[in-house]
């Protein structure tokens, strides 16, 4: 356990559908972020927030909207997904930005169809 | 973008063997490297991080160096056991705070 949650850890969504996935971190940490790995490739960071303020966004398409509402939690909205999408999706907290020492949630798997 | 490779893509040993692999990422403006090991439907697990040129570290049976000067890292296991198996990834923090870039990774099968 490495004290970061991921929900739902598999997801099959429809390219009309709009879900969710959910991030929460019981580490007091300040800073989250969400990575994708799709087949083959390197994890690849998506978004940051540092103290509930979004620092970085890596070129990633609108159809992928971040929340987070506080610092232990944090959201990636879906809607109108394309089967490239298709990938697992990691959450990862740290103490702040500065910290890289990062850690991990297990992962959703996220297939679109 | 930071490029960071990591070689061999995969590798497969036999119980008791001693293996290592390399990870290599450009020496300019780094900040820190780090060694994940992520077993399969499992979190990636912290191994190490090393920010100082010569650096060595050490936990039970797996070792890290690092050279930031030529840019590269070694990760060693020694005495390879079944339970070693997964994806060992590197990753480098560059000078944009927060950022990590990671390499592909090198799958590690230990046989019994």
Same mark, same amino acid.
């Given at each position: 356990?490495?004290?970061?949650?991921?929900?739902?850890?598999?997801?099959?969504?429809?390219?009309?559908?709009?879900?969710?996935?959910?991030?929460?971190?019981?580490?007091?940490?300040?800073?989250?972020?969400?990575?994708?790995?799709?087949?083959?490739?390197?994890?690849?960071?998506?978004?940051?927030?540092?103290?509930?303020?979004?620092?970085?966004?890596?070129?990633?398409?609108?159809?992928?909207?971040?929340?987070?509402?506080?610092?232990?939690?944090?959201?990636?909205?879906?809607?109108?997904?394309?089967?490239?999408?298709?990938?697992?999706?990691?959450?990862?907290?740290?103490?702040?930005?500065?910290?890289?020492?990062?850690?991990?949630?297990?992962?959703?798997?996220?297939?679109?169809? | 973008?930071?490029?960071?490779?990591?070689?061999?893509?995969?590798?497969?040993?036999?119980?008791?063997?001693?293996?290592?692999?390399?990870?290599?990422?450009?020496?300019?403006?780094?900040?820190?490297?780090?060694?994940?090991?992520?077993?399969?439907?499992?979190?990636?697990?912290?191994?190490?991080?090393?920010?100082?040129?010569?650096?060595?570290?050490?936990?039970?049976?797996? @070792? &890290? %160096?690092?050279?930031?000067?030529? =840019?590269? /890292?070694? +990760?060693?296991?020694?005495?390879?056991?079944?339970?070693? @198996? &997964? %994806?060992?990834?590197?990753?480098? =923090?560059? /000078?944009? +705070?927060?950022?990590?870039?990671?390499?592909?990774?090198?799958?590690? %099968?230990?046989?019994?």
């Amino acid at each position: 356990e490495t004290g970061v949650t991921q929900t739902p850890r598999h997801l099959v969504m429809g390219m009309t559908n709009k879900k969710s996935l959910k991030c929460e971190q019981h580490l007091g940490h300040n800073a989250m972020y969400w990575y994708k790995q799709s087949a083959k490739k390197p994890l690849e960071l998506m978004f940051v927030y540092n103290f509930k303020e979004q620092t970085e966004n890596n070129s990633v398409p609108s159809r992928f909207s971040p929340e987070c509402p506080n610092s232990s939690h944090l959201f990636l909205h879906l809607h109108t997904l394309q089967p490239e999408d298709s990938a697992l999706y990691l959450c990862a907290s740290s103490q702040d930005i500065r910290s890289t020492e990062a850690f991990f949630g297990q992962g959703t798997r996220l297939t679109v169809v | 973008i930071l490029n960071v490779e990591q070689s061999p893509q995969s590798l497969h040993v036999q119980e008791g063997d001693s293996t290592n692999f390399t990870c290599s990422f450009p020496s300019s403006n780094f900040y820190a490297l780090h060694w994940y090991r992520w077993e399969t439907a499992k979190s990636p697990e912290a191994l190490f991080v090393m920010t100082l040129n010569g650096d060595e570290k050490k936990k039970g049976r797996i @070792s &890290a %160096t690092l050279n930031t000067k030529e =840019g590269y /890292s070694y +990760l060693y296991i020694k005495g390879s056991q079944p339970e070693d @198996s &997964a %994806t060992y990834l590197c990753a480098s =923090g560059g /000078s944009t +705070l927060g950022r990590l870039y990671f390499g592909r990774g090198t799958q590690l %099968t230990v046989w019994p």
